[in-house]
């Protein structure tokens, strides 16, 4: 088995409502999508190794700081990509996957990892169509827990769009 690669990492706020997420886009993404953000990533093994050992040092460092781990792609390699769902939900951390793929077809393809994921991005890049935050998208974000599609929340000023931040010390703004 191969080992999923990635071309970036970052902490992230908006790309899952209400979750700071440990985001990995992955390198070898077959769609190609015109216009794609991401093109730089598409050739497949760019980037550094994407191994269960470097993520569970990842989650070790920001322990108590996120709550969830997205992968940007990486579906075309289930098995390789199952491991590391794994790894954050025994971390205790929700999980999102962003795929190009349509629902049906991912569902084809996926090779079980939906049991393993709280959240699904599905859709290919139409720049005419725009992304989540267009209310002409034909991408969905769903949480998978609850069935509910969730493109409300990129949608600037939808009256559906509602925060609920808690800090996680009580105190942390309370000066002295």
Known sequence: MQALTFTAEHIVWQEV????SLAFLIAG???RCPGCHSADSWKAGLGKALTAEYLAGRLKRYQGLISCVLFMGGEWQPEALLPLLKLAQSAGLKTCLYTGLERAE????????????????????????GGLDSPTTNQR???LRTGETLNHWFVKDHPQKTFAITPAQPDFFQTA
Request: proline share 6%; aromatic share 12%.
């Open 17 to 20: 409502p209400n979750e700071t």
């Open 106 to 129: 991912w569902e084809a393809v996926s090779d079980g990892l939906i049991g393993h994921l709280d959240y699904l991005k599905t859709g290919r890049w139409v720049m005419e169509l």
């Open 29 to 31: 993404c077959p769609l």
């Open 141 to 143: 974000f769903t949480d």
